[in-house]
């Protein structure tokens, strides 16, 4: 059974760091990439990051190029993202997700058959 458990969500103010964590289990990471998407109220849900497993290679949408950063560590299967100078318009629900998706297929929800809970990320002064 594929469980993907995400933490580390929270109230953050604008210009600060969260750091959110996906643990992952029941499936065999080395034939997977691991995607970060996230929805706001009244929003459809859209691609942060992704991270392909293997060889580590990464892809961000570009409202977030600079400030987060994806990252895995094979030894805890976890995928982290580092959110670095925070804006109100980062303030979402954040979902980590699975799938074995192709570099071309990477920012589509589609190609993710699993997913996390989802954790909060609230960026307010």
């Known amino acids: 059974q594929v469980q993907l458990v995400e933490s580390g969500g929270g109230l953050a103010q604008p210009g600060g760091s969260v750091r959110l964590s996906c643990l992952a289990s029941?499936?065999?990471?080395?034939?997977?990439?691991m995607g970060w998407f996230r929805q706001a109220p009244g929003k459809e849900r859209e691609f942060v990051a992704a991270?392909?497993?293997?060889?580590?290679?990464?892809t961000y949408t570009d409202s977030v190029k600079g400030r987060f950063t994806i990252s895995r560590d094979r030894a805890k299967n976890t995928v982290y993202l580092q959110m670095n100078s925070l804006k109100a318009e980062d303030t979402a629900v954040y979902y980590c997700?699975?799938?074995?998706?192709?570099?071309?297929?990477?920012?589509?929800?589609?190609?993710?058959?699993?997913w996390g809970q989802g954790t909060q990320v609230t960026v307010s002064s």
């Open positions: 997700a699975a799938g074995r998706a192709i570099l071309s297929t990477r920012s589509q929800a589609s190609a993710y058959p699993n």
């Open positions: 029941g499936l065999s990471l080395m034939s997977y990439t």
């Open positions: 991270i392909r497993w293997s060889d580590g290679s990464t």
